[in-house]
C-alpha cells in the first residue's frame, strides 16, 4: 500500500487512465481528434488487467454522462462568456455565445466521449492501491451484478 505513490484522481481521469490502477491507459490512441480510433480501447488495462467493458452493451449508459459533460460545458462557457464578453439584450452578444459554445462543443466532441467512459467506468471500478495482488472487477452474469473483490458481500 504506498500511498504515496498514489496517482492522483484529476490527473487519472483526465489523462483518461484506468480507474482500477490510474497508471494504464483506456484508449489506444492518444490523440482522440484521430476519430477512426477515437473509441478504440485494449479489451483490458493494460498496467492491472481490468477488463474495461464489464458486460455486453456496458458502454450506452454513457450517453446519460456525456449529456451531463455537455450541459456542464454549457454552463461553464456562458459565465466565462458573460464575465469575459458581457451579455446584453441589445447586441449580438448571446447570440455570438451561442454559436461559439455550439461550434466548441462540436470540436471537443471526440474528447467528451472518451471522458463519458472514463467517467462511467469510474462508478463501477473503483480505485485499488494494491491492485497487483487483487482480483479485477468483474460482471457476474449468473446473479446479474458486479463483482467487487474489495467488497465480495455488495453487490450492484
Ligand atoms: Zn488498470
Redo the contacts with the bound molecule.
Sequence with gaps: MAAHNRPNYWWSLFTM??P?????PMFVSKNPWNLRTTLKMPEK?P????PYKLEVGFWYGTGYVSYVLTVAFSIFSFIAWWLIIGISVNDDRFFAWIIVNAVLMILLQPWFMRLSRVIYLKFFVSYDPD?KNTQVRTFDYETGGYYDPQNPEIKK
Design positions: 487512465k484506468c482500477r490502477c490510474r497508471k494504464g488495462c498496467e492491472c488487467g481490468q491492485y
